[in-house]
């Protein structure tokens, strides 16, 4: 993993110790690109560490963060939410458009970041 990617993770859980309740899945939309099993594995590293730092509602709800995030991956993985997936595919790619002045490269970044639900949907369905 890469020092980006890792300090990504580490701002994203910071964000998230810090929101109001309720917030989390608002965050957590915000920053799909950082959502993934990487993600899940330093949520629960740091939960670990917090739980050893006498920390242990911070680290509770970081293990619920974690599970939680792993079991929509493996949802996604199954097709079980594709449907979901592919709806905020969808608002990322016309979030892109209305920011960026309607610039196709934009959009084209978030369709690469999404190649694999692109292909999943449009090539092997």
């Known amino acids: 993993m890469n020092e980006q990617r890792m300090q990504a993770y580490l701002s994203l859980i ?9 917030e989390e899945n608002q965050i957590l939309n915000r ?5 993934d099993e990487g ?3 330093v949520c629960e590293q740091v939960a670990a560490q917090l ?10 709800f ?3 963060v974690a599970q939680q995030v792993g ?4 949802r996604q993985g199954t097709g079980e939410n594709q ?17 960026n002045g ?3 490269v934009a959009v084209h970044q978030v369709m690469r970041k999404n190649m694999e639900l692109v292909v999943k949907q449009y090539f092997l369905a």
């Open 102 to 104: 309607g610039d196709a």
């Open 62 to 64: 970081l293990q619920n």
């Open 39 to 41: 993600f899940v594995q």
């Open 83 to 99: 449907e979901g997936a592919l709806l905020q595919f969808c608002q990322k790619l016309l979030q892109a458009e209305k920011e």
């Open 31 to 35: 920053h799909g690109e950082w959502v």
């Open 14 to 22: 910071q964000q998230l110790l810090n929101c109001p309740d309720g």
């Open 71 to 74: 079991a929509f991956l493996a």
């Open 51 to 60: 739980q050893g730092a006498w920390r242990e509602n911070d680290a509770g």
